[in-house]
């Protein structure tokens, strides 16, 4: 059977996307679920996999070429299948081979017009699925985030991919097992199933766990250096805008503008809460919890009693979910991204722990997965860890809504006539007025405060 590898679109806004390196070369096998290329968007760097088996037959789009969303990159087939006439389509305009690799911070090279290319083909029926017509609910990850120091001596692999096998990923990912600090046995050094158990069952190095607590508080104490730069000689300075800067300057008007936001805002005793990420924090040999993922968890839980909080405005009329797809704002030096975390309102807290740092961990490093770039059906943006009190959020279309999480604040509070101090954190739900009431944003944020203020919720 051929398949055809099309230009998959990965965000609304994209309309062109740059192949930056095939990890697969002509007349390699491919099986269904394998990375065969890493693809420049307009956000990020996003390593996008094969839907159909085979062998990788003709590249039609070298690596540097840039090409509009649904085109033709490359071919799959069975080695006796005739591509003549698939294969035939022009080809794309390449980067000089010379060139330095590209970056996920710089602006897409200018390439010079192609030649007018088929249409886009329509997926049909029992045909080659589009890039982004299915996901994995299950974490489509290569690597999770360290939760603690990596031993001496350990490092990744070169171009940081992973030899594990299929299985021994599935158990690392629900487990939360780094592959990157286990030493395979499998066929030339590959991870499998036993060595990811064995990992699992493994004492932590007492000297490993206990550096990183007896630093802790200094880290906590400590405070970087506040220096004010020198003054340039120059009077202003005209700043191009990287491909990131253009997607938000570019998107931000579609939603601001045209959707009518409304805002609510609420305040929660985070004290059981505090304590009880505490508690998990102090457990061997599990994953350390953040604010975040509680949040993450709650949101998701409050959006299963809420459907219509969970919901977006679709032609004319409304879409509901029934599935809690969170994006998680992640900020990085060049703009703002949100990749999606699946399936929130199923996952354990653990789980959700393990997926959110490694799926910010990958944001940052422009290594996200194509079904990790769309699909949330509502959003969280956390600025605590910047000092900020409250916000409101700009909701991220088509959502109809974004939820902005302040910082966790000791202050004084009145508790059964007395003065005392608690932990207080502001939250602000921004609402598209299209789709939901202020009463019906309102009741959301009263059950999402109830479940942080009654955390052994977010454990059953």
């Excluded at 969170?326 to 999606?340: D, H, R």
């Excluded at 207080?424 to 405060?449: E, F, N, P």
Aim: charged residues 20%; hydrophobic residues 45%.
């Amino acid at each position: 059977m051929i398949t055809k590898v099309l230009m998959p679109k990965l965000s609304d806004a994209m309309e062109t996307g740059k192949v930056i390196k095939w990890l697969k070369k002509e007349g390699d096998a491919v099986k269904g679920g394998d990375v065969i290329a890493e693809i420049e968007t307009d956000k990020a760097n996003v390593e996008i996999e094969a839907f159909g088996a085979g062998v990788l037959r003709k590249i039609i789009v070298s690596e540097g070429g840039q090409v509009p969303v649904g085109d033709l990159i490359g071919v799959i087939a069975d080695p006796a299948d005739d591509i003549a006439s698939v294969a035939a389509a022009p080809a794309k305009p390449a980067a000089p081979a010379a060139a330095p690799a590209p970056s996920a911070s710089a602006p897409p090279a200018a390439t010079a017009p192609a030649a007018a290319s088929a249409p886009r083909p329509a997926p049909a029926a029992g045909g080659p699925l589009a890039a982004m017509e299915t996901y994995q609910s299950v974490p489509a990850t290569t690597a999770v985030m360290p939760m603690e120091p990596v031993a001496a001596g350990t490092s990744a692999p070169a171009g940081g991919r992973v030899k594990a096998s299929p299985l021994a990923r599935k158990i690392a990912g629900q487990t939360g097992v780094d592959l990157r600090l286990i030493q395979g046995t499998g066929p030339g050094g590959r991870i499998i199933r036993a060595d990811v158990e064995a990992a699992r069952t493994a004492p932590r190095p007492a000297a490993a766990a206990a550096a990183p607590a007896a630093a802790r508080p200094a880290a906590v104490a400590a405070r970087p250096a506040f220096v004010i730069p020198p003054r340039p000689e120059a009077e202003y300075e005209d700043v191009p805008m990287s491909a990131m800067r253009a997607a938000i300057a570019k998107r931000m008007p579609m939603s601001k503008a045209p959707v009518p936001h409304f805002y609510v805002t609420s305040e929660v005793d985070m004290d059981a809460a505090w304590a009880l990420r505490e508690q998990l924090n102090g457990l061997e040999g599990q994953p350390k919890v953040s604010v975040t993922d509680m949040v993450i968890k709650a949101a998701a839980m409050a959006l299963l009693k809420n459907p219509g909080v969970n919901a977006q405005l679709s032609g004319q009329g409304i879409r509901v979910h029934h599935r809690a797809h969170i994006g998680i704002a992640v900020a990085l030096e060049q703009g703002l991204i949100t990749p999606v975390l699946r399936d929130c309102d199923v996952k354990p807290l653990a789980r959700i722990a393990v997926e959110s740092r490694d799926l910010a961990d990958r944001a940052r490093g422009g290594k996200l997965r194509a079904q990790e770039m769309s699909g949330a059906t509502f959003s969280i943006s956390n600025l605590g860890m910047y000092d900020v009190e409250e916000f409101s959020a700009i909701i991220n279309p088509p959502e109809g809504a974004i939820l902005a999480v302040g910082s966790v604040l000791q202050k004084p509070v009145v508790d059964s006539g007395e003065i005392r101090v608690g932990r207080r954190m502001k939250m602000t739900i921004s609402c598209d007025h299209r789709v939901m009431d202020g009463a019906m944003g309102a009741r959301y944020l009263q059950d999402l405060k109830r479940l942080l203020e009654e955390p052994l919720r977010l454990l059953v």
